[in-house]
């Protein structure tokens, strides 16, 4: 699977700013105006919203499988962050040029295959990986950035994967979890409608 250049990640950015500015107007949903190269292929892909210059979440939804084009899946994912994330109320129009946007395109996330559940820290990676749980129905999901920005070392990574899908910290040791990693390119403005740069997640 090809990666995504600084070109199209810049493209996807702009495309989720101007998919939520859009619906803000007109309360419809935009169609991509490009194609081609890895914006036409099926990836998972997460858009973040943050406040600026506080860096505070103000909304984040994403599809973890690649269910459909890139630059569908962002548009798709732009308007749900914005507006269906049910940990804040919708963006409101004076908002927008307050936030910042990020675009994380991600790899297939893989099952982290252990003889015992005690490896898992030994078997991922703060700074290339993110997690996902699955225990019973319960589900959850962290970008590879966000233990980066918390400093977590990977034993408190997979605690608050477990928290996240409303798990008990520790349930992670439980021989009935399943954990997933993924990887991603993370595309995010230096300001609101600024330039987008390549976030590094390596500490």
């Known amino acids: 699977m090809a990666s995504v250049s600084l070109e199209e990640g810049a493209y996807l950015v702009s495309l989720a700013r101007r998919a939520m500015g ?17 914006l036409s292929e099926k990836r ?13 979440l103000r909304g984040c939804i994403g599809y973890p499988l690649p269910v459909k084009e890139l630059n569908l899946s962002v548009v798709d994912c732009a308007l749900s962050a914005a507006f269906d994330d049910p940990r804040f109320p919708p963006l409101e129009k004076n908002e927008l040029a307050k936030c910042t946007i990020e675009v994380s395109v991600l790899t297939v996330p893989e099952e982290v295959t252990v003889k015992t559940p005690a490896e898992y820290p030994k078997k991922i990676k703060v700074g290339r990986d993110g997690l996902i749980i699955d225990y019973g129905y319960a589900s959850g999901l962290l970008l590879p950035q966000v233990p980066i920005e918390w400093n977590w070392n990977e034993k408190e990574f997979l605690c608050q994967v477990c928290q996240k899908a409303g798990l008990p910290p520790d349930m992670w040791l439980s ?3 399943r954990i997933r990693r993924f990887e991603a390119q993370v595309f995010c403005e230096a300001k609101p409608e600024g330039k987008v740069g390549i976030k590094k997640l390596i500490r």
């Open 22 to 38: 859009g619906y803000l107007l007109s309360g419809k949903k935009m169609m991509p105006d490009k194609t081609g190269g890895a």
């Open 44 to 56: 998972g892909v997460f858009v973040t919203l943050e406040t600026y210059p506080s860096h505070e």
């Open 175 to 177: 021989p009935s979890a």
